[in-house]
């Protein structure tokens, strides 16, 4: 740490010895200045500079000092929710082999989840029709993902299909904020129901 009265003791100006008057003379009839008070006045400029010296580093110190700080509480916050709470849903059909895959991932949730996927059948009408389920392991809430493929039947069926998936706990029916669905329906060719599993 800077110690600022020693500083300043260093930077004080040494007084000026009093002058001798028949010195002084001899000086002036020679055409002479008095040394004494050339160095009065040099020894002003280098404390002057001195002084400018301490006080940028210290304007630098306070910026350096501000963008830590500016830092620290950038990453407090990113570090504070790092994961958006959330669950996605996704839907793969395979018109060939009558699959129907439906995935779940998710993140952002505390303790243990139990996963939980469906196959829903349009049917048109304000209710769609749920036709299939499956629920996987408890896993940790914090991120994870579950996928379940749903086997239909060939036949000459023209539905289409969507999927829904939640997360649940062995208390809990569905977790708040955890129900996710795909945008839109799939065709499901000529495969329908019955699930064959």
Known sequence: MVNLRQEARNCQVPPRRRPDPVAIRSLRARGETDPSAQGATASGKECHVIKEDRLMKRLLGAAISALLLASVVAGSVSAANPNPKGTITTLSVNTTTCEFVVTITWQGFGGKVIPEVGLVRRTGTAFDEGIAYSSGPASSGKSGTYSHTFVLTAGTA?????????LTTSR???ISGSKSTPSGYVSGGSCGRPVVS
């Open 158 to 166: 023209t539905d289409q299909y969507t999927a829904v998936g939640r």
């Open 172 to 174: 809990n029916p569905e």
